[in-house]
T-cell receptor, first 116, second 111 residues
Framework: AAGVIQSPRHLIKEKRETATLKCYPI?????VYWYQQGPGQDPQFLISFYEKMQSDKGSIPDRFSAQQFSDYHSELNMSSLELGDSALYFC???????????????FGEGSRLTVL | GQNIDQPTEMTATEGAIVQINCTYQ??????LFWYQQHAGEAPTFLSY??LDGLEEKGRFSSFLSRSKGYSYLLLKELQMKDSASYLC????????????WGAGTKLIIKP
């Protein structure tokens, strides 16, 4: 069965550079979430999209932005990278069972960003 | 504020039973998820409780008491592959799709 696809799997950048992560949700899923997980920490919610519109915003820095495109894939853009941005970035998708319900989240394998 | 508490680490023996507790105090509540996460891998769904009571799914069961803000995940017949972190997450509901995550409980299974 198709799963959530994230790319790239690994990314190494230097401070102040820019990075873009991509997420391809499970077909027909209407909601996409982005999470950041530092070493030994729980996933921190960044932002979500429902039907291509931003539905909620969590602890996403102003240096980061995200969007969901017409084909439902999503991109997380990170600028002016800092050492503290080094983390595993997970994308998850779900099919909301009803309005304002998250439904089961299916996670991608994550993109590991290392900022040097 | 939002608060979810889980024990940091637990140790159990292969073949035994272990219960991982989760208590929450959140601004809203639509449901509670349990996820399993092996180191360096993505979380995978285990269970979802909306109503009070016990939900059984094979070796894993999850319990919810909304009045007490309490849930537990029960793992039976433990296997070495069950060594992982177990994350409790509350679905806030209302106008957002946000999940509030606990810090996770690292479960160590010993032979």
């Amino acid at each position: 069965a198709a799963g959530v696809i994230q790319s790239p799997r690994h990314l190494i950048k230097e401070k102040r550079e820019t990075a873009t992560l991509k997420c391809y949700p499970i077909p027909r899923h209407d909601t996409v979430y982005w999470y950041q997980q530092g070493p030994g920490q729980d996933p921190q919610f960044l932002i979500s999209f429902y039907e291509k519109m931003q539905s909620d915003k969590g602890s996403i820095p102003d240096r980061f932005s995200a969007q969901q495109f017409s084909d439902y894939h999503s991109e997380l853009n990170m600028s002016s990278l800092e050492l503290g941005d080094s983390a595993l970035y997970f994308c998850a998708s779900s099919l909301a069972p009803s309005p304002r319900r998250a439904g089961e989240l299916f996670f991608g394998e994550g993109s590991r960003l290392t900022v040097l | 504020g939002q608060n979810i508490d889980q024990p940091t680490e637990m140790t159990a023996t292969e073949g035994a039973i272990v219960q991982i507790n989760c208590t929450y105090q959140t601004s809203g509540f639509n449901g509670l998820f349990w996820y399993q996460q092996h180191a360096g891998e993505a979380p995978t769904f285990l269970s979802y409780n909306v109503l009070d009571g016990l939900e059984e799914k094979g070796r894993f069961s999850s319990f919810l008491s909304r009045s007490k803000g309490y849930s537990y995940l029960l793992l039976k017949e433990l296997q070495m592959k069950d060594s992982a972190s177990y994350l409790c997450a509350v679905e806030l509901g209302d106008s957002n799709y946000q999940l509030i995550w606990g810090a996770g409980t690292k479960l160590i299974i010993k032979p």
